[in-house]
């Protein structure tokens, strides 16, 4: 079975410039976070969908950042312009999302992650 | 007091030790706990789930107190490859949504 698949690797754009990245979830898993990474921090969230629906955007610097799942499945996120602190690694991650979480169904499975590098 | 507090690290100890971290957490009501490992310049991984009191995989041993509100992780007779940063995961106002230590780096030395 597939993993969490994200694209692209990385990426490396000047500062104004737009970037947008895709994600596609395992197969079933109603729940999809993007979380953003520097270096020596933990994941921080941006975006939890619930199937199509935006449930945490709270964390989402709006002004610069967007993120839809159209479908309920893949999911894209944007940013433009892109900013020099945004060179970051962005993860995502899905989940079951549904059922009891004491038998996993909030355990998180990443992908490999798209590092971003803005000059 | 910030969601969830890791101890800084990093540690640095030789192959065959014990090492344990801990992590404390501010919302009493939290119910899901998790520890990842993340190797360098790789997504996490989660290492175990902590839905009781504790729980022992192998030389991982992950406990819960509730009313300290802490969870911890014991690593028996470190291994080279047990190498990474530990990170302390715990669920805030819904079973969703997930927040992240900064993590614990550990270092295995021959």
């Known amino acids: 079975e597939a993993g969490v698949v994200q694209s692209p690797r990385y990426k490396i754009i000047e500062k104004k410039q737009p970037v947008a990245f895709w994600c596609n979830p395992i197969s079933g898993h109603n729940t999809l976070y993007w979380y953003l990474q520097n270096l020596g921090q933990g994941p921080e969230l941006l975006i939890r969908?619930?199937?199509?629906?935006?449930?945490?955007d709270s964390q989402l610097p709006k002004d610069r950042f967007s993120a839809e799942r159209l479908k309920g499945v893949d999911s894209t996120l944007k940013i433009q312009p892109a900013e020099l602190g945004d060179s970051a690694v962005y993860l995502c991650?899905?989940?079951?999302?549904?059922?009891?979480?004491?038998?996993?169904?909030?355990?998180?499975?990443f992908g490999a992650g798209s590092r971003l590098t803005v000059l | 007091r910030k969601e969830v507090e890791q101890d800084p690290g990093p540690f640095n100890v030789p192959e065959g030790a014990t090492v344990a971290f801990n992590c404390t957490y501010s919302?009493?009501?939290?119910?899901?706990f998790f520890w990842y490992r993340q190797d360098c310049r790789k997504e996490p991984k989660l290492l175990m789930s902590v839905y009781s009191s504790g729980n022992e995989d192998g030389r991982f041993t992950a406990q819960l107190n509730r009313a300290s509100q802490y969870i911890s992780l014991l690593i028996r007779d470190s291994k080279l490859s047990d190498s990474a940063t530990y990170l302390c995961v715990v669920n805030g106002a819904g079973s969703y949504q997930l927040t992240f230590g900064k993590g614990t780096k550990l270092s295995v030395i021959p």
């Open positions: 919302n009493s009501a939290s119910q899901s």
């Open positions: 969908y619930e199937n199509e629906e935006a449930v945490d």
């Open positions: 991650a899905s989940s079951l999302g549904s059922g009891d979480t004491t038998s996993g169904a909030n355990v998180l499975t």
